[in-house]
């Protein structure tokens, strides 16, 4: 199982960035995604979320209406499209498969900063 996330940079407040995950290692179309994100110190904050099949979409309440999460099954591939971006948004992104979490087989992440 690996995950390898990509996309993130340095990002001026208002800003955008997309996000991509590569999955492998497992049948990527019959589990659910999610992007989580963390800060130095803190706990791993779950971001975003979609169904299998692309449906049963979720989002953290501080992202509603700026992040949007998609997924492409036969590239085994999830996005993150983040605009309207903010200093608090600030942390390494990361992608899971929640079924997966406990199996400890996190990627490396992206960075994400939000600065002017």
């Known amino acids: 199982v690996q995950f390898v996330e990509s996309g993130g940079g340095l990002v001026q407040p208002g800003g955008s960035l997309r996000l991509s995950c590569a999955a492998s290692?497992?049948?990527?179309?019959?589990?659910?995604m999610s992007w989580y994100r963390q800060t130095p110190g803190k706990e791993r904050e779950l971001v975003a979320t979609i169904g299998s099949v692309g449906g049963n979409i979720n989002y953290v309440d501080s992202v509603k209406g700026r992040f949007t999460v998609s997924r492409n099954n036969p590239a085994n591939m999830v996005y993150l499209q983040m605009n309207s971006l903010k200093p608090e948004d600030t942390a390494v992104y990361y992608c899971?498969?929640?079924?997966?979490?406990?199996?400890?087989?996190w990627g490396q992440g992206t960075q994400v900063t939000v600065s002017p």
């Open positions: 290692g497992f049948t990527f179309g019959n589990y659910d």
């Open positions: 899971m498969a929640p079924a997966l979490r406990d199996l400890g087989y």
